[in-house]
């Protein structure tokens, strides 16, 4: 199982340099998790970015994945994650949601690098 985090969502809607390592968890569409609260980040950045109709086709391609509402379970186990890991509340919800549905992380963000079960890959400019 996958779940990909907001900024790789965001890499692989732009087409962006690190788009096609996040093509294949995005693209199996069976092994797809989606939290619910990346449903929410990918949809406000890319209304900010590109507007509602882009926004909207984003989240169609998210819905092929099967969304996990957030539920007191991983909202706890979020709040656990956090203290020990030093993240932030929206990152150890993610984070949370991947390791109670032993699913592998897909990332570029920064906080999560070295982290367990999560695949890294380094944003353009950050290497």
Do not use: C, H
Not at 41 to 53: D, I, N, P, R, T
């Amino acid at each position: 199982m996958n779940v990909v985090d907001s900024s790789a969502w965001i890499e692989f809607f732009a087409d962006g340099p690190n788009a096609a390592q996040f093509a294949g968890p995005i693209e199996d569409f069976n092994n797809l998790l989606v939290p619910s609260l990346t449903l929410y980040e990918v949809f406000k950045l890319v209304v900010q970015l590109a507007g509602e109709s882009a926004a909207l086709d984003a989240v169609s391609v998210m819905l092929k994945g099967r969304v996990v509402e957030l539920s007191a379970s991983i909202a706890l186990e979020a709040a656990r994650v956090s203290l020990a890991e030093k993240l932030a509340m929206a990152d150890s919800m993610i984070l949370a949601t991947a390791r109670l549905e032993n699913a592998v992380l897909w990332t570029q963000d920064a906080d999560f690098e070295g982290l367990e079960g999560v695949e890294y890959r380094a944003a353009a400019g950050a290497q």
